[in-house]
């Protein structure tokens, strides 16, 4: 397939722990979104890549979130002294730098007990 | 800023009879605007867009939108519902073209009877 992939489908972790989320975007896509979706809402805009930089990173909640993607294509999200309220679906997306869409991968599902 | 108001949580239809999803947009820009459907466990699906080309945009799977710029609206249509349309609506805009940084509505929840 060549769509969004996302690693892990499913993470659960404790409170205070550090976490990864890992996206591959679509072959030959230059931008790249991380997108949270709380239970019963609509996703929120966390960051965008454009390439290796982050373009616009102002949906990011807080400094314990961190995102990079250092050759252009694999993103990670990273999140530090995870917190309960973290607990959420994070989505990741590719497009066309003038695209014809935002095409989403499946998400992983982060819970922090 | 860009924002989408989406007016109705929940619709519930019978197997065959038209939908309608509302959706209205805030934009201080020529908006792009999307509907996207998301599944039970499964990722988001682009249905259609809107990139202020023909205002009556044809989707997948029998969906239709109108854009109405004097009346901030993008609503969601589809003649005739199948059980299969099932899921979670999510109209979508977009503060420039060629669709960067989305903005979701609250997204709707279609059920359809038998």
């Known amino acids: 397939g060549a769509g969004v992939s996302q690693t892990p489908s499913n993470k659960v972790t404790e409170k205070g722990k550090y976490v990864e989320l890992r996206c591959d975007p679509i072959?030959?896509?230059?931008?790249l979104y991380w997108y949270r979706q709380s239970l019963g809402q609509g996703p929120e805009f966390l960051i965008y890549?454009?390439?290796?930089?982050?373009?616009?990173d102002s949906g990011l909640p807080n400094d314990r979130f961190f995102a990079v993607r250092p050759e252009g294509s694999v993103s990670t999200l990273k999140i530090q002294r995870t917190e309960r309220g973290d607990s959420a679906m994070y989505l990741c997306?590719?497009?066309?730098?003038f695209g014809t869409g935002v095409f989403f991968g499946p998400g992983t599902r982060l819970t922090v007990l | 800023a860009q924002s989408v108001t989406q007016l109705d949580s929940h619709v519930s239809v019978s197997e065959g009879t038209p939908v309608l999803l509302r959706c209205n947009y805030s934009?201080?820009?020529?908006?792009?605007l999307f509907w996207y459907v998301q599944h039970p466990n499964k990722g988001l699906q682009l249905l259609l867009k809107y990139t202020s080309a023909a205002t009556l945009v044809k989707g997948i799977n029998g969906f239709e939108a109108e854009f109405k710029k004097s009346e901030t609206s993008f609503h969601l249509t589809k003649p005739s519902a199948h059980m299969s349309d099932a899921a979670e609506y999510f109209c979508v805009v977009s503060e420039v073209q060629g669709a960067q940084k989305l903005v979701f509505g609250q997204g709707t929840r279609l059920t359809i009877n038998p």
């Open positions: 997306a590719s497009s066309l730098e």
């Open positions: 072959s030959g896509h230059t931008a």
């Open positions: 934009s201080s820009y020529s908006p792009s």
């Open positions: 890549f454009q390439g290796t930089g982050a373009a616009d």
